[in-house]
């Protein structure tokens, strides 16, 4: 398995922001705690365009994130 990393761009938004929930989930987190989080486990668009934003990719698919704060 290859992984490619790239800066993140604002069309990530949707994937990372479900692998971010996904994470969560696997720890064990109860689905009530998760949606309680929605907002904060959610990337908009704006936060890919930072040049600060990584998406690391296996076969296109985003498969990790970074996004370092200003």
């Not at 604002?10 to 989080?37: F, H, M, Q, T």
């Not at 998406?55 to 698919?61: G, I, K, P, R, S």
Request: a negative charge.
């Amino acid at each position: 398995m290859e992984v490619h990393i790239r800066n993140g761009e604002p069309r990530d938004a949707d994937a990372v922001s479900l692998l971010a929930r996904r994470a969560k989930a696997w720890w064990g987190y109860p689905a009530a705690w998760l949606d309680e989080w929605r907002d904060e486990l959610t990337l908009e668009p704006a936060h890919l365009q930072s040049p600060t934003s990584f998406v690391a990719l296996c076969d296109e698919t985003p498969v990790g994130v970074c996004v370092a704060a200003a």
